[in-house]
């Protein structure tokens, strides 16, 4: 039981810890607009993880078949829509902390959801998630459902760890940032996130 908890949390972490799009929405989003937007972000990927992991676990093969062969078109899709968030982050202006009794333009549940859509976009990080559970051992056919549920809350505590961690950080350099800077930091978040974009569509156009 220890060991499945321990390898659960280790994978939560390498499934969270690369700073791709939705890291860099998390860092954009806490020093917009607090930690607590951050951890919304980051808690709406954990949950698009944690829906593939089910699906992993549960329907592997059927899920497998059906990637291989929409791999490009749902590549290419998610690629678009990664474009298209990117260039609205670069052009949104930095959204100060709101005025005592005024309410905040944003929510936690958009941030969550946001960033909840814009990871289910991708399904191809059910095959990080394979190549994780291969690698560690994580899961066999003789594990029961008790342990396999644990093993599940300890992916998501591990990636909430990392988000925890991360927003922690960032909100520490938040204070020293002005309005200028802020702005700076949505531009370079939109610019990485429409590149990452693009590069996903050349990659699905070459093959």
Not at 82 to 107: A, V
Not at 113 to 122: C, M, P, Q, R
Request: charged letters at 10%; proline letters at 3%; aromatic letters at 12%.
């Amino acid at each position: 039981m220890v060991e499945i908890i321990i390898k659960g949390i280790i994978i939560g972490l390498f499934v969270s810890v690369p700073l791709g799009p939705i890291g860099m929405l998390c860092i954009q989003r806490t020093l917009n607009r607090g930690r607590k937007f951050g951890i919304a972000t980051g808690l709406g990927a954990t949950t698009s993880d944690l829906v593939y992991t089910m699906i992993t676990l549960f329907f592997l093969n059927f899920v497998i078949d059906f990637i291989e062969q929409q791999r490009y078109i749902i590549q290419l899709i998610g690629s678009i829509i990664l474009i298209i968030f990117g260039f609205f982050i670069y052009k949104s202006h930095p959204s100060t902390q709101p005025k005592p009794n005024e309410p905040s333009k944003h929510t936690l549940f958009g941030d969550y959801i946001t960033s909840f859509g814009l990871t289910f976009s991708n399904p191809l990080i059910l095959f990080v998630l394979i190549a994780l559970f291969a690698r560690f051992g994580f899961i066999s056919n003789d594990t029961t459902l008790f342990l396999s549920i644990l093993g599940i809350l300890s992916i998501l505590a591990g990636a909430l760890l990392w988000w925890n961690i991360l927003t922690f950080l960032v909100s520490r350099f938040r204070n020293k940032l002005n309005m200028r800077g802020l702005k700076l930091i949505n531009q370079i978040t939109g610019i990485i996130i429409i590149l990452i974009g693009c590069v996903g569509i050349i990659l699905s156009l070459l093959k």
